[in-house]
């Protein structure tokens, strides 16, 4: 089985975010891979996803490459993973079934006040989604794999970071 490559930690991810300390990292860790590879991989496209991973395998990440890395890809990362964390940490899923969580010294919040929040931390996840295509889109010659597509490669989605606004 190949190794999956997380550009964050669940603990910068807990760090940046609105997520507690107290929650397990492996709660979190697959979910870092999963935003990677369902919403990041059709903003840069597969070439550049696949340049990043080698890079990030390496530890060691040219100029531009890191400073995409470290102002623009990891902050959409870390607050796409917390959107798409918070409902399923109210979770187990076992071998008994999908039970759910029920606090020791707090209340649970309602289904309305939990969309609320992950809308909340979904537009936060959408504001840093818009600067990252902002900078490929103005500094992509400085990272040719952005333009680069071979067959069986995902396209990447010409309308990221405009909330689905059609001109």
Same mark, same amino acid.
């Given at each position: 089985? %190949?190794?999956?490559?997380?550009?964050?930690?669940?603990?910068?991810?807990? %760090?940046?975010?609105?997520?507690?300390?107290?929650?397990?990292? +492996? #709660?979190?860790?697959?979910?870092?891979?999963?935003?990677?590879?369902? &919403?990041? @991989?059709?903003?840069? !496209?597969?070439?550049?996803?696949? @340049?990043?991973? %080698?890079?990030?395998? !390496?530890?060691? &990440?040219?100029?531009? *490459?890191?400073?995409?890395?470290? +102002?623009?890809? #990891? +902050?959409?990362?870390?607050?796409?993973?917390?959107?798409?964390?918070?409902?399923?940490?109210?979770?187990?899923? /076992?071998? !008994?079934?999908?039970?759910?969580?029920?606090?020791?010294? $707090?209340?649970?919040?309602?289904?309305?006040?939990?969309?609320?929040?992950? @809308?909340?931390? %979904? /537009? #936060?996840?959408?504001?840093?989604?818009?600067?990252?295509?902002?900078?490929?889109?103005? &500094? $992509?010659? =400085? &990272?040719?794999? *952005?333009?680069?597509?071979?067959? !069986?490669?995902?396209?990447?989605? =010409?309308?990221?970071?405009?909330?689905?606004?059609?001109?």
């Amino acid at each position: 089985m %190949a190794t999956k490559t997380n550009f964050i930690s669940a603990e910068y991810l807990k %760090a940046v975010t609105p997520l507690g300390n107290n929650i397990d990292n +492996d #709660k979190l860790t697959y979910n870092i891979w999963s935003v990677q590879e369902t &919403y990041l @991989q059709p903003v840069i !496209g597969t070439r550049l996803l696949e @340049q990043l991973k %080698a890079y990030e395998t !390496g530890s060691t &990440y040219p100029a531009p *490459y890191n400073d995409l890395m470290e +102002d623009y890809v #990891k +902050d959409f990362i870390a607050w796409k993973t917390a959107s798409e964390s918070v409902f399923f940490l109210a979770y187990i899923v /076992d071998n !008994g079934g999908v039970f759910r969580h029920e606090p020791e010294n $707090g209340a649970s919040v309602s289904r309305s006040e939990l969309g609320d929040l992950r @809308q909340l931390l %979904a /537009d #936060k996840a959408a504001h840093f989604q818009r600067r990252l295509v902002d900078h490929l889109q103005a &500094y $992509g010659s =400085q &990272y040719p794999e *952005y333009y680069e597509w071979q067959t !069986g490669d995902m396209n990447k989605d =010409q309308k990221s970071g405009l909330n689905n606004l059609y001109f």
